[in-house]
């Protein structure tokens, strides 16, 4: 049984994150979602007293789910579920000293996601190759579900969005002519932290063709308002596009339905997600200077370029061994080095050459 004290302390933080810190509501409700975990484990026990409940909270992630989903958790659902409880139980101890004047820092930075279900695989993402098996696969003309599907697989790896902010982009945020999405709040969008963005389409013909054809034909019977992913209902057995607003649940009703689609072409399913993933590493892997990098960057509608490298700089193991086979092969011939890393380089004083040459080691040891 949840202890009532407990509860009202999650429900002040999470107050805190809306009021104070001025996170958006979707970004609250994950964080609840991610500290039910911590309050279902500490059950009747004063969060003040936890260090001591057996089993850790670790054994009980590895155990437990609360989506409905079999099996564990994944690791990156693991991993924001470590981080939310460790930021808010140092939020407690700052908040209330005296309260919580008996938890060991030390537990709390000792917090860690379950070792037996950590992924020890390859950064994952979803191919072009994987991307082009969906957009060819033969579809009836009549079931415009699935063909919504499969468009929407191509437009999610062209433009790297977030799966909420695709199922709620109105077709007139679309360009397909200057290949750009207005990813804006203004619009309806469903943005990360109400960002608002215009972002650019890749240039691959194969899957802009997929796309175009969904495209018309959302354009010729639905307003521009209308999703471009949008609802489906069935009318006497026949489906019907629908200018229905989408639900509050709209990204997790798109990951069901790509689901169907992997599963239909006989492909192991992946999230939503792992097309953006997709996005980022076949950018990256065709930028070539600093500028690309950067663009890439901002396409993704990150705020730094560190998160970006951080996230998405893990390659698969083939690309970086033709990358370095690559090195080895070039390396009789003259260095050509990026001018705009060497302005960037020439910018920096003699403090700051000194920490990224460390920095720059440190890299290149891993």
Not at 164 to 191: C, E, H, M, S
Not at 217 to 237: D, E, F, H, K, N
Not at 251 to 268: D, I, M, N, T, Y
């Amino acid at each position: 049984m949840v202890n009532r004290q407990n509860y009202r302390l999650v429900k002040e933080y999470l107050a805190y994150q809306s009021e104070i810190s001025q996170l958006d509501a979707r970004s609250v409700e994950r964080y609840w979602f991610y500290l039910k975990y911590l309050l279902l484990w500490a059950d009747a026990v004063l969060l003040g007293r936890i260090a001591n409940v057996r089993p850790t909270f670790s054994t009980f992630l590895a155990t437990i789910r609360l989506d409905g989903e079999s099996g564990s958790l994944s690791s990156a659902t693991l991993k924001k579920i470590i981080q939310t409880v460790k930021r808010f139980m140092t939020w407690l101890k700052m908040t209330y000293p005296r309260e919580f004047r008996e938890m060991p820092v030390a537990w709390i930075e000792a917090l860690r996601p379950p070792r037996s279900v950590e992924q020890t695989s390859e950064h994952e993402f979803v191919t072009l190759d994987e991307v082009l098996q969906l957009s060819t696969l033969k579809i009836d003309e009549d079931n415009l579900a699935l063909r919504r599907d499969q468009a929407g697989t191509a437009m999610l790896f062209l433009s790297g969005m977030r799966a909420t902010a695709f199922g709620t982009l109105p077709i007139g945020a679309v360009n397909l002519t200057d290949r750009t999405v207005k990813q804006w709040p203004a619009l309806g969008v469903a943005t990360k932290n109400d960002k608002s963005a215009t972002t650019y389409l890749l240039d691959i013909p194969e899957l802009l063709s997929v796309v175009q054809v969904w495209d018309a034909l959302v354009r010729a019977q639905l307003p521009s308002t209308a999703m471009w992913y949008t609802p489906i209902v069935s009318q006497w057995g026949v489906q019907v596009l629908s200018a229905e607003s989408p639900g509050a649940n709209r990204g997790q009703a798109v990951a069901k339905r790509l689901r169907h689609l992997f599963e239909v072409a006989g492909l192991p399913a992946r999230s939503p997600h792992k097309f953006r993933h997709g996005h980022a590493v076949y950018a990256l892997q065709h930028a070539k200077t600093m500028a690309d990098y950067k663009a890439v960057s901002m396409n993704l509608m990150h705020e730094d370029i560190r998160v970006t490298d951080g996230i998405y700089a893990p390659l698969a193991g083939n690309e970086v061994r033709k990358r370095i086979a690559g090195l080895t092969a070039s390396s009789t011939g003259p260095l050509i080095v990026d001018s705009d890393l060497t302005a960037f380089v020439g910018s920096l004083s003699k403090g700051q050459l000194s920490e990224a040459l460390i920095a720059i080691g440190q890299r290149l040891a891993h």
